[in-house]
């Protein structure tokens, strides 16, 4: 079990936009869009469809401009690959940066405020980022929390090993079962799941 309270470091990431896209939407009002589980935000159900605060609202969004809507479930990474191969026409739950803006277009209202946090195991006996020095830390593979973590490492000259896992559920079980020292999360994911 990972202990919320052992939070050790929060990261600036936040998630402006509940959806970007590549290009105009749709050919003839349908509309593909990519999505992959972060609960409350996105998810996929039982039966297989698209739920979550942004789903819905998208839903509401395809109703109102009379758009035929796809939800199609990936990894976070996966959602990524597709857009840039222009499989998908909109991918939700994608925090901006200046790099993904150039490739991207952003909705201008954000749905909500997301930021990265570092998770341990309880009696991990690390207290500070500097405890990390040397020792493995999970990321999401093309995530943009693993991505600022790197970045905050690289400027406090802490020398960790990164091990990329292709989502958030395989980066806390790797925490849990002790295969890596910490994990890192957006913070709703990391409370919840904790």
Request: net charge negative.
């Amino acid at each position: 079990m990972i202990r919320p309270h052992i939070i050790i470091l929060l990261f600036l990431s936040f998630l402006a936009s509940p959806l970007s896209a590549s290009h105009e939407i749709g050919h003839e009002g349908k509309v593909r869009i990519g999505y992959f589980s972060l609960e409350p935000i996105s998810f996929q159900d039982e039966n297989g469809e698209a739920q979550g605060l942004n789903p819905d609202l998208l839903k509401k969004v395809a109703e109102l401009e009379g758009w035929q809507a796809t939800f199609i479930h990936g990894s976070w990474g996966e959602g990524i690959d597709r857009l840039e191969a222009d499989e998908i026409d909109l991918l939700l739950n994608v925090a901006y940066t200046k790099d993904r803006a150039e490739k991207l277009d952003y909705n201008y209202e954000p749905s909500l405020q997301l930021w990265g946090q570092v998770f341990v195991r309880p009696h991990s006996g690390i207290e500070s980022i500097a405890d990390l020095g040397g020792k493995k830390v999970a990321i999401q593979r093309r995530g943009i929390n693993g991505r600022n973590f790197i970045k905050t490492i690289k400027d406090l000259g802490i020398d960790c090993e990164i091990v990329t896992y292709e989502n958030l559920v395989e980066v806390f079980t790797a925490t849990q079962q002790g295969d890596v020292a910490a994990g890192v999360s957006p913070q709703h994911y990391g409370l919840r799941n904790a």
